[in-house]
């Protein structure tokens, strides 16, 4: 395995914890457990954030940016949802 291999995989590793993080502070009966999960999660996104910068840095992650007509189409989209 290499190390592009790895960031990846780490990267789809982290998603998915985060998602079972989230799973579990949503349906934690117990107040100070639901923190916790929420702190976990917190450093979850952080490490996600952190092995995709790595990954891009390299070239193995890319991100193609939206033309701005998407964007504005989007935001006026959503915002005009707003009660």
């Not at 079972?20 to 349906?27: G, H, K, L, V, W």
């Not at 009966?29 to 910068?53: A, M």
């Not at 790595?54 to 193995?60: E, I, P, R, T, V």
């Amino acid at each position: 395995m290499n190390d592009q291999e790895r960031i990846t995989d780490l990267i789809l590793t982290e998603k998915k914890m985060s998602t079972n993080y989230d799973t579990f502070a949503s349906e934690c009966v117990n107040v100070q457990l639901r923190d916790e999960f929420l702190k976990i999660l917190n450093q979850s996104h952080q490490t996600q954030t952190d092995l995709f910068q790595a990954a891009q840095s390299k070239g193995w992650y890319k991100v193609e940016p939206a033309p701005a007509s998407k964007i504005s189409e989007a935001y006026n989209k959503f915002n005009a949802e707003k009660p």
